[in-house]
């Protein structure tokens, strides 16, 4: 699917799903989940993949859910954004799900470009059921976001000259190890930790800031 510059795609619970077969999904304009009252064991996100799949977001492109701008389960997903994912609920799913701007099922790739924001509440990215890896060099999270990237399986993340991973709990967490790699003119700050890695081994090459700001 290819959504141009100036297109506006809306759905209520998905604004595009592809359920049995990996999906392909590029993005210049507005692809958006409208419902903003779903109830526990729904989705709601801007575009569902149910089977795996890659989704490129443009820069100026829109992608937004309630719950995840975009979620991809089941099988691997790849996702590259120059523009804004969000998920743009305010407090803890009501099943207990994770609010994420990028939420990969079963592990995969995700790179956000220069002048690129993927945010949520839970977290800007979430990575599980296999290893991930995330490249940045535009803004994951905000001042309201719990964790900037959380690798669940392990993996790596790369923080550009330019990026900043933010967040009021942790930047960057590692659940099973992991490396993360902050270049000079790169930022990783949180109310809490930086970077935290724990069940596995976990490596953190520093050429930036990488802060816990709470006293």
Do not use: C, K
Request: zero cysteines.
């Amino acid at each position: 699917l290819s959504n141009a510059a100036g297109g506006v795609i809306a759905g209520s619970r998905r604004g595009v799903e592809a359920e049995h077969n990996a999906g392909t999904i590029a993005n210049a304009g507005t692809i958006i989940a409208t419902d903003t009252t779903a109830v526990a064991g729904t989705t709601v996100a801007g575009v569902y993949l149910g089977a795996g799949g890659t989704v490129t977001n443009a820069a100026t492109a829109l992608i937004s859910g309630l719950w995840q701008g975009v979620y991809v389960s089941a099988a691997a997903g790849t996702v590259v954004n120059a523009g804004t994912i969000i998920a743009t609920e305010v407090s803890a799913s009501p099943s207990g799900g994770v609010v994420a701007g990028v939420y990969l099922g079963q592990g995969g790739a995700v790179t956000n470009q220069a002048g690129g924001l993927i945010s949520g509440f839970s977290g800007g990215i979430y990575i599980g059921g296999a290893a991930g890896t995330v490249a940045n060099a535009g803004t994951i999270g905000d001042a309201d976001t719990g964790t900037g990237v959380l690798l669940q399986a392990g993996g790596e993340v790369t923080n550009q000259a330019g990026g900043g991973i933010i967040a009021v709990g942790g930047g960057v967490v590692l659940t099973m190890g992991g490396s993360v790699s902050n270049a000079a003119g790169g930022t990783i700050s949180a109310g809490y930790f930086g970077v935290y890695s724990h069940g596995g081994p976990g490596t953190v090459v520093n050429e930036g800031w990488i802060a816990g700001t709470d006293s």
